[in-house]
């Protein structure tokens, strides 16, 4: 039973910074890729970041390149999204996920196949 748990949502003035955290229990964390993903209200769930098992490789979202940050320690099973200059409309509630294969790459959401329970982010302008 894999378990994600998913840390450091909150409110945030336009510009400011927050820190995500993902805690995985359960399955070999250190060879499947995680991601990040969100939901707004009224919209569907988007890609915001991605990295590989070993965290060679990275991929974002065009909306969040160069302002977010995914990194995650294998040794301590967590994986961590730095946002920063925040943006009102980056408010939404924020997933942590897990890839469905072993040592595979990318950043489709029907490719994951565990979730966190999603934390909430919210940028006032």
């Given at each position: 039973?894999?378990?994600?748990?998913?840390?450091?949502?909150?409110?945030?003035?336009?510009?400011?910074?927050?820190?995500?955290?993902?805690?995985?229990?359960?399955?070999?964390?250190?060879?499947?890729?995680?991601?990040?993903?969100?939901?707004?209200?009224?919209?569907?769930?988007?890609?915001?970041?991605?990295?590989?098992?070993g965290g060679e490789s990275t991929?974002?979202?065009?909306?969040?390149?160069?302002?977010?940050?995914?990194?995650?320690?294998?040794?301590?099973?967590?994986?961590?999204?730095?946002?920063?200059?925040?943006?009102?409309?980056?408010?939404?509630?924020?997933?942590?996920?897990?890839?469905?294969?072993?040592?595979?790459?990318?950043?489709?959401?029907?490719?994951?196949?565990?979730w966190g329970q999603g934390t909430q982010?919210?940028?006032?302008?």
């Amino acid at each position: 039973q894999v378990q994600l748990v998913e840390s450091g949502g909150g409110l945030v003035q336009a510009g400011g910074s927050l820190r995500l955290s993902c805690a995985a229990s359960g399955r070999t964390f250190s060879l499947y890729t995680m991601g990040w993903f969100r939901q707004a209200p009224g919209k569907e769930r988007e890609f915001v970041a991605a990295i590989s098992w070993g965290g060679e490789s990275t991929r974002y979202a065009d909306s969040v390149k160069g302002r977010f940050t995914i990194d995650r320690d294998n040794a301590k099973n967590t994986v961590s999204l730095q946002m920063n200059s925040l943006k009102p409309e980056d408010t939404a509630v924020y997933y942590c996920a897990l890839h469905g294969s072993m040592l595979r790459f990318g950043d489709q959401a029907k490719d994951y196949i565990y979730w966190g329970q999603g934390t909430q982010v919210t940028v006032s302008s």
